[in-house]
């Protein structure tokens, strides 16, 4: 019997089965993204970013792009 894990706020895998795992936050009503790899470091490093956010560290700027209207 397969016990399911519980998921985890903020890191998912995408695509689903690939392997490949992200984390999704937001600080300072900013939307933040990043590709990790495994599921383990993917959960270390959300936790890390969290509370970097809550600190009042600076963030990496990943993925930022700029819109054009």
């Known amino acids: 019997m397969k ?4 998921a985890i706020r903020g890191v998912y895998e995408h695509p689903a089965g690939s392997g490949v795992w992200w984390i999704n936050y937001y600080a ?3 939307r933040h993204r990043e590709k990790v790899g495994r599921k383990g470091d ?5 936790r890390t970013r969290k ?16 819109r054009r209207l």
């Open 28 to 30: 300072n009503g900013q």
């Open 51 to 66: 509370s970097d956010a809550l600190a009042g560290r600076k963030l990496p700027n990943c993925g930022t792009r700029s």
């Open 3 to 6: 016990s399911e894990e519980k």
């Open 42 to 46: 993917a959960i270390k490093l959300y």
